[in-house]
């Protein structure tokens, strides 16, 4: 079999949603990776077009309330924010990990590896202990982000 046709041939299995969604996502990538070069202006010149323009052929995308282009700095962002996103699913995969694993297993093995000197029976209990309490800090904060008085401290 040939491995160079592997990837079309993963490209054609997927339906039409997964092919949009693997298009995008290697854009935003590639927007991540090289949109510092394409972008046409500096994210910082203040003034660079006229405050609150439309699409010109100078500014594709207009300009905010200083004069900034505003595709410049979204091609700046992309890399901040596919790193975040990036960050964050693996936090979310690291957290799934440790809730699957049963507290008293994960101990050992953190015990039998590393050994069982005191800091690391702490780092044992921080460990075993962590994935579980994050979710109960994410569900409290979700909670309270519904709550009225919230809602009317973020509107003033």
Do not use: C, E
């Not at 500096?42 to 505003?70: F, V």
């Not at 901040?80 to 297993?105: C, N």
């Not at 702490?122 to 909670?143: D, E, H, K, N, Q």
């Amino acid at each position: 079999m040939n491995t160079l046709l592997l990837p079309v041939r993963f490209f054609q299995s997927l339906s039409w949603s997964g092919r949009l969604g693997l298009l995008m996502s290697l854009f935003w990538l590639l927007m991540a990776a090289f949109g510092t070069q394409l972008a046409p202006h500096n994210i910082n010149d203040i003034g660079g077009g006229p405050l609150m323009g439309g699409l010109t052929p100078d500014n594709l995308l207009g300009t905010d309330y200083l004069g900034r282009d505003i595709l410049s700095r979204i091609l700046y962002g992309a890399k901040f924010s596919i790193g975040l996103a990036l960050s964050a699913a693996l936090l979310a995969r690291l957290i799934g990990t440790l809730l699957v694993l049963p507290g008293k297993v994960l101990s050992l093995m953190i015990v039998a590896v590393f050994g069982s000197s005191l800091p690391m029976l702490i780092l044992t209990a921080v460990f075993t202990y962590w994935p579980g309490a994050s979710r109960i800090a994410f569900a409290m904060a979700s909670t309270l982000r519904s709550m009225d008085y919230v809602r009317l401290a973020a509107a003033r």
